[in-house]
């Protein structure tokens, strides 16, 4: 089975996971500009008409694409409860403890019935505990500490975030173009 391709624009910079057959699609309307990464994978075909010789495409696993490809430019990346938990590295950003994500709930730091929003900067992991006893509340009103600030991703953070299965070189890709933590 093959990994989702991660595509770049052609400057570069991360815009998305593809499926192979879209990359495959890609390479055949000669839209790949250029290849990184050490992974390749090859797609075997139909048999050439004129040729009788069986037809095979190799795909990057990651590749630069011309195309109009749109980066989360102004947007934020699509909040998601699987993506704020991976965020938060399923902490309860209030008790501190990691738990499955099955015992895990999205919280809004300014309940929403109070005029907080769903967007990244006012939502956090906590365990459902935690979120019952903040109930309708600030954390301040309740009387918890926040444990860490909630932030908004980058897109290579969120790409990062959204695929479960990442190969080596495309991490290390995107890796660089994550914000680097505080020491």
Sequence with gaps: MIPAILKLDKTGLPVSWIRWQTAATLYARR???????EERFIIHGGVNARSGLPSRL???SIIAVADRSRRFEGNAP?????TLFQRDRNLCLYCGK?????ELTR????????????????????CRSC???????????AGMKLL?????????EYLILSNRRILADQMEFLLSFARKKAA
């Design 58 to 60: 190799q795909i990057g």
């Design 148 to 156: 860490a600030v909630p932030y908004t991703p980058n897109l290579a």
């Design 131 to 141: 979120n019952q006893r903040k109930d309708d509340r600030t954390p301040e009103e």
């Design 98 to 102: 990691q738990f499955p994500v099955s």
């Design 31 to 37: 839209r790949v500009c250029w290849e990184a990464g």
């Design 107 to 126: 919280d809004h730091v300014v309940p929403v019935s109070r005029g907080g929003q769903c967007v990244w900067e006012n939502c956090v992991t906590a």
């Design 78 to 82: 699509l909040l998601t409860n699987r």
